[in-house]
């Protein structure tokens, strides 16, 4: 593809480029005129200033991350084929990790396709284009995953917040199929997902095996889950035998769906679900002596840029303060964060912290992050960024 526009980078711009990051930032290219009148999304050659070719990539003159690596080859065709190739590669690892086609497919920069996320329910796809060049490339990514395993649903959840940051619209859209309802089974239960109402994608994969080591502590005891969604902790719990799950989020629509997922089990009767804000409600449940012999929390991330770092240490540690005040003697406390803003140590702080000011002895039982169908690129440690700590409290 000798005829590719020819990005380089400026004098000193390649340090973080030729160890290997994926990205390259507006800063650290050689910009000019024309490079800034290229379409955003477009395929390009990239160069150091020292002539050493560093592949094809994406590139957007009007984004802070200017370029985002795609192959190694200068001359890769990133057409239908190289797509289906890429994305056949990740199908056949996550085959090899489950059983089930229930997963994260593509798990962007980490699988080799920047700024693209594919959740597999089965038969059907949520997908989401967070960059220009994956907004472009969405035929040739439709065309692949027909041609892998022909879905029956395909919907473009292209509402992330981070689009705008390329210059994007937020939008949902049905891309293939005539509606926007799927199914997620997990642990053997099944969950109504709605590709078009729910949130991100409509099921947290990520915290799968997470579920299933809460579940362990929780036959024939009280559970608290908070920040349901669609009550995946909740039901994972009362499927292990919880006397009494409580389910607390502000969506009526995924309390709804959690619900039905909870008759469909068979055991609606130990699940009661509270619409609320899940902050102010645990501050009344605390107030009122209530007492749960497990207790979950997985908010969504406090952090949206790194600015809001320090409020949302200040967050998780309100958060891990409430909710240990919640646990009774002898119980467990499993708290989250999906803040890639916050770093894995800082958030063991604030928890740390807040468990103290609950007054609360505490032993870390484990540390996790979320399963392996979301890779983490090694030069992007950011991408590590779901956190979780399982706590005993005395």
């Not at 997908?127 to 029956?152: C, K, S, V, Y």
């Not at 800082?346 to 540390?367: C, M, N, P, Q, Y």
């Amino acid at each position: 593809m000798t005829d590719r526009p020819l990005i380089r980078l400026a004098p000193g711009g390649d340090r973080r480029v030729k160890a290997g990051h994926p990205w390259a930032f507006s800063n650290e290219i050689a910009m000019s005129p024309a490079l800034r009148a290229l379409p955003p999304g477009i395929v390009v050659r990239l160069e150091g200033d020292d002539g050493q070719k560093h592949g094809a990539w994406h590139f957007n003159p009007h984004s802070l991350i200017a370029a985002r690596r795609l192959d190694a080859s200068p001359d890769a065709a990133c057409d239908a084929a190289w797509y289906r190739a890429r994305i056949g590669a990740c199908l056949a690892l996550r085959d090899r990790m489950f059983d089930t086609p229930f997963y994260r497919l593509v798990h962007a920069e980490a699988d080799g396709l920047p700024g693209l996320i594919i959740d597999r329910y089965g038969d059907s796809v949520a997908m989401q284009a967070n960059t220009a060049g994956m907004e472009a490339a969405t035929p040739h990514i439709l065309a692949a995953l027909r041609d892998l395993f022909d879905p029956r649903l395909v919907v473009a959840r292209n509402d992330s917040a981070v689009r705008k940051l390329e210059g994007m619209e937020e939008a949902v859209t049905l891309l293939h199929g005539s509606d926007g309802t799927a199914t997620v089974e997990e642990s053997g239960l099944r969950f109504p997902v709605d590709l078009l109402g729910g949130q991100k994608t409509g099921w947290f994969f990520d915290q799968r095996a997470n579920r299933a080591m809460v579940a362990r502590f929780c036959a024939g005891r009280t559970m608290l889950d908070a920040f349901c969604h669609t009550g995946g902790f909740g039901l994972a719990a009362a499927a292990a035998g919880a006397r009494e799950v409580t389910l607390l989020d502000r969506s009526e629509h995924a309390l709804d769906l959690a619900m039905q997922a909870a008759r469909l089990a068979g055991f609606g009767d130990r699940v009661t679900a509270l619409k609320a804000e899940a902050l102010d409600h645990l501050e009344k449940m605390a107030a009122s002596g209530r007492r749960f012999e497990v207790v979950v929390t997985d908010p969504p991330a406090f952090a949206k840029t790194r600015k809001d770092q320090p409020a949302a240490l200040r967050g998780y540690a309100k958060l891990a303060r409430l909710a240990a005040g919640l646990v009774s003697p002898d119980g467990i406390l499993f708290i989250a964060s999906c803040s890639h803003h916050v770093a894995p140590p800082d958030f063991a702080e604030a928890v740390t912290w807040g468990v103290h000011k609950a007054r609360r002895e505490a032993r870390i039982l484990a540390s996790v992050g979320a399963g392996p169908d979301h890779p983490v690129h090694p030069a992007l440690p950011e991408s590590a960024y779901l956190k979780g700590l399982l706590l005993h409290l005395a």
